[in-house]
């Protein structure tokens, strides 16, 4: 069941319906510290007195209202220490969120200064080699060679010839002269002059001095460009026909992985043999199948179903009103059969089913009442069973109106010690009744009531008195 509890420096409540504990303690305690474990057993407490002291008893005595002042106050402070609780474990956790905000803010400044720190030693490196480069003569970028080299992976079709762009830097042995010529050979020794002077006109120009004129030092230097330029035509004719050999190269490779990965493929797949044919089944026996259709009530009506859903809830609630001699049972149509079969329902646990019965009953008794209090006790009866189906505003309904028709039959035996004695005594089970559902719905004013007539019924009970005390403690 559901326990509400509270507990406060002198006050302990524990509410579990129909239950109710109320302890006034005789000291105080410390409820911030308060275990309550509840189990199948109850519930048990744990409360650490303020005070390290034997109490003298559990309970503190003293007048109603010195208590009822004495619980308040501590029911005040008990709700006025939960809210500054719940006051400090937002500020708790307001702080704990700031702090994680600026420490997020903290670490997203930091990664920032540290991109700005590497931003600016690349742009600083960069720097230095562009000036590096300036100061070696302008040749190429330090990055220009990577990004001019051929990675030797073309897959184009086309039949273009690749040729490697020239390198823009000058040859030290050019450069030395000067003038973009080959340096001058050697001049020969004069032992070789000496040797063969007939051959000095047909010698190659190569293997002659240089003249000592101005004149013939540029026509020398004419004839070295001239060669010069042919040395590098015929050595980019080289390197195009060499990269041409190689595109070709890779793109007969690439061809036969090609072929070889289809002709895998192919060998893979494996045709699958063909199914045998399936033999047909047997010819299935007729056979004849009845269909019943459900009676309809209106037969001279096309079907539908919403139509029959209406007349069958009608016929169900206006049963009672169709019964007649020849069609109804005598239980069906007389209250005290049906009393009767609802006192078997009750007999056997089933309070909905006697709740069914008394309904029944009621409503035939409205109409024709007998004069023996039938009628009382058909609403006493299914106030019982109200009242066990957890229904305390139907059992105070009927309750009431079973008070009501016990009036006149009161009034009527005055003088019959008996019979008055025998409708006191159910007079008496219907005010504890409906007490006991007025304290259900939490009408405790109400609930007073029944206790204090049920009093004057039976004085000095003690299950009442008690009950009584408990209600105006409440």
């Not at 049972?329 to 709740?355: H, M, Q, T, W, Y």
């Not at 006149?408 to 005594?425: F, Q, T």
């Amino acid at each position: 069941r559901k326990a509400d509890i509270f507990v406060s420096d002198v006050f302990v409540k524990v509410n579990a319906p129909p239950s109710l504990l109320q302890i006034d303690l005789y000291a105080t305690v410390d409820y911030a510290n308060a275990v309550a474990t509840v189990d199948s057993g109850g519930v048990s407490f744990r409360l650490p007195k303020e005070e390290p002291v034997l109490w003298k008893r559990l309970m503190h005595e003293a007048p109603k209202a010195e208590l009822r002042a004495r619980r308040d106050r501590s029911i005040e402070d008990a709700l006025q220490y939960q809210a500054e609780q719940s006051k400090k474990r937002k500020e708790e956790r307001a702080s704990y969120d700031k702090l994680a905000l600026e420490k997020q803010m903290e670490l997203e400044s930091d990664r920032r200064k540290v991109i700005e720190e590497r931003k600016e030693a690349e742009v600083a490196r960069e720097k230095a080699s562009i000036k590096e480069w300036q100061h070696s003569g302008g040749g190429a970028l330090p990055n220009e060679e990577e990004d001019s080299d051929w990675d030797g992976d073309d897959d184009s079709d086309g039949d273009e010839p690749f040729v490697p762009p020239r390198d823009r830097s000058v040859p030290a042995s050019i450069s030395a002269f000067g003038g973009g010529a080959p340096p001058p050979p050697p001049s020969p020794s004069p032992s070789a002059a000496q040797a063969s002077p007939d051959k000095e006109n047909d010698a190659p120009v190569a293997n002659r001095a240089p003249p000592s004129s101005s004149g013939a030092l540029l026509e020398s230097e004419e004839n070295w460009d001239e060669e010069e330029t042919d040395w590098v035509a015929e050595a980019e004719k080289r390197l195009a026909a060499q990269a041409e050999a190689e595109r070709r190269a890779r793109k007969a490779a690439k061809a036969e992985r090609r072929a070889r990965k289809q002709k895998r493929a192919q060998a893979a797949v494996v045709p699958a043999a063909p199914e045998p044919p399936r033999a047909m089944p047997p010819p299935r026996s007729t056979t004849s199948v009845e269909v019943s259709f459900t009676k309809l009530e209106t037969d001279h009506l096309p079907a539908r179903a919403e139509r029959e859903v209406e007349i069958r809830d009608w016929k169900r609630k206006n049963a009672s009103h169709l019964l007649t001699d020849d069609t109804a049972d005598i239980s069906e149509r007389e209250p005290i059969f049906l009393k009767d079969k609802g006192d078997g329902f009750v007999k056997s646990g089933n309070f909905a089913g006697a709740i069914n019965a008394y309904t029944s009953a009621i409503e035939i008794e409205l109409n024709a009442p007998h004069p023996d209090g039938t009628l009382g006790k058909l609403f006493a009866n299914r106030s019982a069973c109200f009242f066990q189906k957890d229904l305390f505003a139907e059992c105070v309904a009927d309750v009431t109106e079973a008070l009501e028709l016990l009036k006149r039959p009161i009034e009527r035996a005055e003088g019959d010690e008996e019979a008055l004695e025998a409708l006191r005594e159910r007079q008496l089970k219907l005010l504890i009744r409906r007490a006991k559902a007025h304290a259900e719905l939490a009408h405790l004013a109400s609930a007073q009531e029944d206790l204090e007539a049920a009093l004057v019924l039976r004085p000095g009970d003690k299950g009442l008195l008690a009950d009584l005390e408990e209600i105006k403690a409440c």
